[in-house]
């Protein structure tokens, strides 16, 4: 069922239009001025997919990821600064939310993503500490 709706909301392939307090978020996890200057000038499309039973977010941009999990299960994970994580995804009203802590020993911090469509627009917003980022894509 979840994944059905995720097919019919969140799926398909994403561009950047706007950020929202990225260099903020940025600075908090601990990304040097260089890189944060390059990350706001930079593109980047997210594709949302169901393969297999599973959840696929692939972003490319300034830092590619390309993630697949099964929803509701713990797995392994790495944030911007590649410090080890882990991660549990669900999916709760409309909204594909990521919840990842760091493991022991890792300067990572404890992330929250969620992603929901809102007016047609992929909202992905991010909570570390006390700063919120958002970031805002258009479908392809």
């Known amino acids: 069922m979840a994944l059905a709706e995720i097919e019919n909301s969140v799926a398909g392939v994403w561009v950047l ?18 890189l944060r200057k390059l990350a706001a000038a930079a593109s980047s499309t ?3 997919s169901v393969e297999d039973g599973q959840v696929r977010i692939n972003t490319k941009g300034p830092k590619d990821s390309d ?3 099964h929803l509701d299960t713990e797995v392994e994970s ?7 994580m882990k991660a549990v995804v669900k999916w709760t009203d409309g909204k ?6 760091p493991t022991e020993g890792s300067k990572a911090k404890e992330t ?10 992929l909202i992905m917003t991010i909570y570390v500490n006390n700063v919120v980022c958002r970031r ?5």
């Open 78 to 84: 790495n944030d911007p600064q590649d410090n080890p």
């Open 112 to 121: 929250k993503v969620v992603r929901e469509v809102l007016d047609g627009q």
């Open 136 to 140: 805002i894509f258009k479908k392809k």
């Open 17 to 34: 239009q706007k950020n929202e307090n990225l260099d903020e978020y940025l600075k908090e996890i601990g990304v040097n001025f260089v």
């Open 67 to 69: 993630h697949k999990f």
């Open 96 to 101: 594909l939310v990521t919840h990842s802590k």
């Open 46 to 48: 997210m594709t949302i």
